[in-house]
Nanobody
Framework: VQLQASGGGLVQTGDSLRLSCAAS????????AAWFRQAPGEGREFVAS????????DYADSVKGRFTISRDNPKNTVYLQMNSLKPEDTAVYYC???????????????????WGQGTQVTVSS
């Protein structure tokens, strides 16, 4: 499946952004999805994941209560609503999806087969 992430930008501390990830697939509900991020000089870290049905979600402690992952399966799109942004949220954000784990939530990059190209989020202080 091909994934196209969008919605990044330059914002100030405390602002909000919504990222979108559009999938080119017939039945998106068969795919678990997730967002990861990578800051300069750092490894790719887990942000949030969602099951294919959208019934279960998981969040990294660093974003819990500020970020919300959701999906619209008829539109083949997964979202990441980011509120109360902090400078430490600055990173390239990647969406990922996998057909094999539709009912599971994983935090490892190794579990996801398909990746989007990334979208830059910069939060100024």
């Amino acid at each position: 499946v091909q994934l196209q992430a969008s919605g990044g930008g330059l914002v100030q501390t405390g602002d909000s952004l919504r990222l979108s990830c559009a999938a080119s697939v017939r039945t998106f509900s068969n795919y678990a999805a997730a967002w990861f991020r990578q800051a300069p000089g750092e490894g790719r870290e887990f942000v949030a994941s969602i099951t294919g049905s959208g019934g279960s979600t998981d969040y990294a402690d660093s974003v819990k209560g500020r970020f919300t992952i959701s999906r619209d399966n008829p539109k083949n799109t997964v979202y990441l609503q980011m509120n109360s942004l902090k400078p430490e949220d600055t990173a390239v954000y990647y969406c990922a999806a996998d057909l094999r784990i539709s009912d599971h939530l994983y935090r490892s990059t190794l579990e996801y087969e398909s990746w989007g190209q990334g979208t830059q989020v910069t939060v100024s202080s």
